[in-house]
């Protein structure tokens, strides 16, 4: 999404991708169990599945922790049950937030997430209120230095992607989740690396954020989201001025 590739290249820069590795690989545990258990352990014959192994690989995840997600999915080893739960709300400068929750005990994830709602002085909106501007597509963020523009773009939309435009450092790939195997393994036979990749919230349209305090409150809203043990993903449909993203990767 807008803005989202060079906030993510601003964090990994200062060091916060690497200190929450541990984090993201239980995270990507929490959701290999969930897509096992409801289309079985082989990537095979399980899209969802395969592109979780394919975000797994992309940030280096041990395959020893990979295999024992899997089978506590299965079965073959004792897991915890998840259920997905989803909270929606506005932040600063009107900014819509989706929350996308796997945890084992709902109440307490619905009273944590509430307590960093309210602490940043907003509380959750009602259902479908947010998510209803956003659309669930395939996202694949290349490295824009990598390979040309044109070549990329016959290999996508050959293998069905949807779009594809700049976002900065890189090329960002929009598909209809069902087409984002397809597109995935297209670049993986053509040697293509990604810089991350998965079914994403997108949205329809943005909202600018030219205001920095805005800017950081709003991101380190997220970023208190994104340290809860229950949450998986949060989307947001901010886009963050280059000048302001300049201001904070210089902090």
Same mark, same amino acid.
């Given at each position: 999404?807008?803005?989202?590739?060079?906030?993510?290249?601003?964090?990994?820069?200062?060091?916060?991708?690497?200190?929450?590795?541990?984090?993201?690989?239980?995270?990507?545990?929490?959701?290999?169990?969930?897509?096992?258990?409801?289309?079985?352990?082989?990537?095979?014959?399980?899209?969802?599945?395969?592109?979780?192994?394919?975000?797994?690989?992309?940030?280096?995840?041990?395959?020893?922790?990979?295999?024992?997600?899997?089978?506590?999915? +299965?079965?073959?080893?004792?897991?915890?049950?998840?259920?997905?739960?989803?909270?929606?709300?506005?932040?600063?400068?009107?900014?819509?937030?989706?929350?996308?929750?796997?945890?084992?005990?709902?109440?307490?994830?619905?009273?944590?997430?509430?307590?960093?709602?309210?602490?940043?002085?907003?509380?959750? &909106?009602?259902?479908?209120?947010?998510?209803?501007?956003?659309?669930?597509?395939?996202?694949?963020?290349?490295? &824009?230095?990598?390979?040309?523009?044109?070549?990329?773009?016959d290999i996508v939309l050959e293998a069905g992607?949807?779009?594809?435009?700049?976002?900065?450092?890189?090329?960002?790939?929009?598909?209809?989740?069902?087409?984002?195997?397809?597109?995935?393994?297209?670049?993986?036979?053509?040697?293509?690396?990604?810089?991350?990749?998965?079914?994403?919230?997108?949205?329809?349209?943005?909202?600018?954020?030219?205001?920095?305090?805005?800017? +950081?409150?709003?991101?380190?809203?997220v970023s208190d989201l994104e340290d809860n043990?229950?949450?998986?993903?949060?989307?947001?449909?901010?886009?963050?001025?280059?000048?302001?993203?300049?201001?904070?990767?210089?902090?």
């Amino acid at each position: 999404m807008s803005g989202h590739s060079k906030w993510a290249t601003i964090k990994h820069k200062k060091g916060a991708a690497d200190a929450k590795r541990g984090k993201i690989f239980s995270k990507l545990s929490k959701e290999m169990m969930v897509v096992a258990k409801q289309g079985g352990g082989d990537p095979g014959k399980n899209p969802s599945l395969r592109a979780l192994l394919q975000k797994a690989k992309s940030v280096n995840m041990p395959g020893e922790n990979i295999e024992r997600a899997i089978k506590k999915g +299965t079965g073959e080893l004792e897991g915890v049950t998840f259920e997905e739960v989803v909270y929606e709300g506005y932040i600063g400068g009107g900014v819509g937030l989706i929350v996308k929750v796997l945890t084992d005990n709902k109440n307490r994830a619905a009273a944590e997430i509430r307590h960093i709602f309210s602490k940043h002085g907003t509380s959750f &909106a009602g259902q479908g209120a947010v998510t209803r501007g956003f659309d669930r597509k395939g996202q694949i963020f290349v490295d &824009a230095s990598s390979i040309n523009e044109d070549k990329l773009m016959d290999i996508v939309l050959e293998a069905g992607a949807d779009d594809m435009s700049r976002d900065g450092d890189e090329f960002e790939i929009l598909t209809d989740p069902a087409k984002f195997t397809a597109v995935m393994e297209a670049l993986e036979k053509a040697g293509i690396k990604t810089d991350e990749s998965g079914i994403s919230q997108v949205p329809q349209t943005y909202v600018p954020i030219s205001d920095k305090q805005i800017a +950081t409150s709003n991101m380190k809203f997220v970023s208190d989201l994104e340290d809860n043990d229950d949450v998986q993903n949060v989307y947001t449909n901010m886009d963050v001025s280059d000048e302001i993203l300049k201001e904070l990767e210089k902090e």
